[in-house]
């Protein structure tokens, strides 16, 4: 499953995905939004969000920082 993080710089809830996404021992690429912008853009397009954090996997999207999607997401990724 390929799963991607779009962050920005100063993002207090960015953060707390990095941390759930590390200690659950999920692998993630991370999308700066502040030097790749124009993916950044898209992704919140695409996920109808007007902020990040924006976790991105199989074309589908957890916008913001939501502890009872990310638990649902975590059962995901590891079946």
């Known amino acids: 499953m ?5 962050t ?3 993002c207090h809830n960015c953060k707390l995905i990095k941390e759930y996404l590390d200690k659950n021992n999920i692998k993630y690429t991370v999308v700066d939004g502040d030097k790749e912008f124009d993916k950044a853009i898209k992704a ?3 996920a109808h969000a007007n902020t990040l954090p924006i976790l991105k996997y199989d074309n589908n999207f957890i916008v913001g920082y939501n502890q009872d999607n990310l638990d649902k997401f975590k059962k995901l990724y590891n079946n």
């Open 8 to 10: 920005i710089k100063g």
């Open 2 to 6: 390929l799963v991607e993080l779009y």
């Open 44 to 46: 919140m397009d695409d």
